[in-house]
């Protein structure tokens, strides 16, 4: 399974970015089989969750950081995931990663249970 991460870039506080995440490889497998979670990694910090989606959308989880400003959404027949970002702050500069579930359908915010990752996409938002 590959993951492509795209859509990031430079942006003011208070604007807002879409991030892209398109998958391929899927070895017959439905993308609708994958859960999907975003994460981030600002320089010097762990990589962090960001959001998470279930395999039909119904179910999303966020932390709290970006609760209220990220939303997480996909789009089956495109085996696409996004995350659109709004009222960015300068704290939300990171390298954005997309993650697949392959062993279950709820989101879930444990690093751990994702198996494959993009290569990243970097957000900058200045002040």
């Not at 994460?39 to 970006?66: C, H, L, M």
């Not at 959404?73 to 939300?92: C, G, H, I, Y």
Request: net charge negative; with cysteine.
């Amino acid at each position: 399974v590959q993951l492509q991460a795209s859509g990031g870039g430079l942006v003011q506080a208070g604007g807002s970015l879409r991030l892209s995440c398109a998958a391929s490889g899927l070895s017959g497998r439905s993308f609708s089989s994958y859960a999907m979670g975003w994460f981030r990694q600002a320089p010097g910090k762990e990589r962090e969750f960001v959001a998470a989606i279930s395999w039909n959308g119904g179910s999303t989880y966020y932390a709290d950081a970006v609760q209220g400003r990220f939303t997480i959404s996909r789009t089956n027949a495109e085996d696409t995931v996004f995350l659109q970002m709004n009222n960015l702050e300068p704290e939300d500069t990171a390298v954005y990663y997309c993650a697949a579930h392959s062993y279950g359908v709820a989101p879930t915010t444990k690093i751990n249970d994702y198996d494959y990752w993009g290569q990243g996409t970097q957000v900058t938002v200045s002040s």
